[in-house]
């Protein structure tokens, strides 16, 4: 292969790695089973699945969870694909109270183009239409707003807030059971897909894998306008090059904005990547299903306030200044993920995050707030955030509904102070 035709080459996997990625999800993420229309195919290794239908978590996810990279661990979500090849689909949401919720909507590269929820549609009762490109009809009367996707195929992820009061995830769950998809006449808007994948491995897949799924992902879903796309590739080249590709994704250090004190934004994105395509498929390996910053940031930190990697086998502080903590509109955590695969880490109080709702969190006498991260217990007195025993982590600040000051970085985020 010439380095002519690797750069090209590469330049075409990473473009296209983001349309991959959320096929993957949708095969890993979609229904096997209805609850009226029974299952999509009786063969349990089918990749035939049920679109157009939500399915929920009624619990907040933990280390035991590998679906997704880098999940939350403060609500519960609600997820849904849709296929709008055969006609929009109408989504139905409850009267959620004062309570932070939010439907994201993605396109098939990745891109946030749309929400429902409480920073964008409040929090009433209402119908939402959404529709693929092609679609020109009359909008019923009944609907409150109308989103037109870019594609066929959307990838929604509701996020409903839970906290940890008695009985508060019983009330999340009515709510959940609440949501509703259904067509224009009223039938239920849930059809059949054959996925055509294995989802549930996030290792790189085989070049005729990754092929196949690209050819048909792009039938419904071209390339985003001013994206022009070399395709198809050569197999054998896609083969030598895509482990690489994946690698470099994984383990690439750079990040597009530093924040400061060892802090960076891993993604900045409102509705669309743009040109950007190297952001994009870092974040769809890394990231998939983050929000656009107006509706949530992710700070997150890999070094201490010295510049090391952060790492279990030592203990850190984070201490926010008294009145100098996150400017949220709704809430912030902090969790922590183990650096090999960006997922929660287990520990003996089963705490992935700590944040404004935290139940017992104390605060400093001049109303400042330390959190104290490491592998051991630090002991009574302290908030306590567990680490990896001997193993490099990361941890990432959520912030939902940021405020001015943080979307225009104007905010100065502490470092972690190493203490050992």
């Not at 157009?52 to 979500?77: A, C």
């Not at 955030?385 to 970085?409: M, S």
Request: charge should be negative; glycine fraction near 8%; aromatic fraction near 8%.
């Amino acid at each position: 292969m010439t380095p002519q035709t690797e750069d090209r080459v590469r330049h075409a996997l990473i473009q296209t790695l983001p349309l991959f990625e959320m096929m993957r999800m949708r095969a890993a993420t979609t229904a096997r089973r209805h609850p009226v229309l029974g299952f999509a195919s009786e063969e349990r290794d089918s990749p035939q699945r049920w679109v157009n239908q939500f399915t929920h978590t009624h619990r907040k996810l933990g280390p035991d969870d590998r679906e997704v990279v880098s999940p939350n661990n403060d609500t519960v979500y609600s997820n849904a694909w849709l296929d709008l090849s055969q006609g929009p689909v109408l989504i139905d949401t409850p009267d959620m109270g004062d309570r932070y919720w939010t439907l994201g909507l993605l396109d098939a590269w990745t891109n946030p183009f749309a929400y429902v929820g409480r920073r964008t549609t409040g929090n009433r009762r209402q119908r939402t239409l959404v529709h693929g490109p092609r679609w020109q009809g009359v909008v019923p009367a009944d609907v409150s707003q109308v989103i037109a996707a870019p594609g066929d195929d959307v990838w929604l992820i509701g996020r409903v807030l839970v906290d940890d009061s008695p009985g508060d995830i019983d009330a999340v769950r009515a709510l959940q059971a609440q949501l509703r998809m259904t067509r224009l006449d009223g039938s239920d808007a849930a059809m059949r897909v054959d996925t055509r994948i294995d989802g549930r491995s996030v290792a790189a897949p085989s070049a005729s894998t990754y092929i196949d799924t690209v050819n048909h992902a792009l039938v419904g879903n071209p390339p985003p306008a001013g994206e022009s796309l070399e395709w198809p590739l050569d197999a054998d080249a896609v083969q030598a090059l895509l482990p690489q590709v994946y690698a470099e994704l994984r383990e690439q250090q750079n990040q597009p904005r530093p924040l400061g004190g060892g802090w960076s934004l891993p993604l900045e994105v409102k509705t669309h990547w743009g040109a950007d395509l190297l952001t994009r498929a870092r974040v769809a390996r890394n990231f998939i299903g983050a929000l656009g910053i107006e509706e949530a940031m992710y700070p997150s930190a890999e070094v201490d306030g010295e510049g090391l990697a952060l790492d279990g086998a030592h203990a850190y502080e984070l201490r926010f200044a008294p009145g100098e903590g996150p400017k949220v509109g709704a809430f912030w955590s902090l969790t922590m993920y183990r650096r090999s695969d960006c997922l929660f880490v287990a520990n003996p109080i089963h705490r992935y995050s700590i944040g404004d709702r935290t139940p017992g969190l104390r605060h400093e006498a001049d109303g400042g707030l330390a959190i104290r991260i490491q592998a051991t217990d630090p002991g009574a007195g302290h908030n306590w955030l567990p680490a990896p025993a001997g193993d490099p982590f990361y941890v990432v600040l959520r912030l939902y509904q940021p405020q001015a000051e943080h979307l225009r970085f104007q905010y100065t985020f502490p470092p972690l102070q190493r203490l050992d």
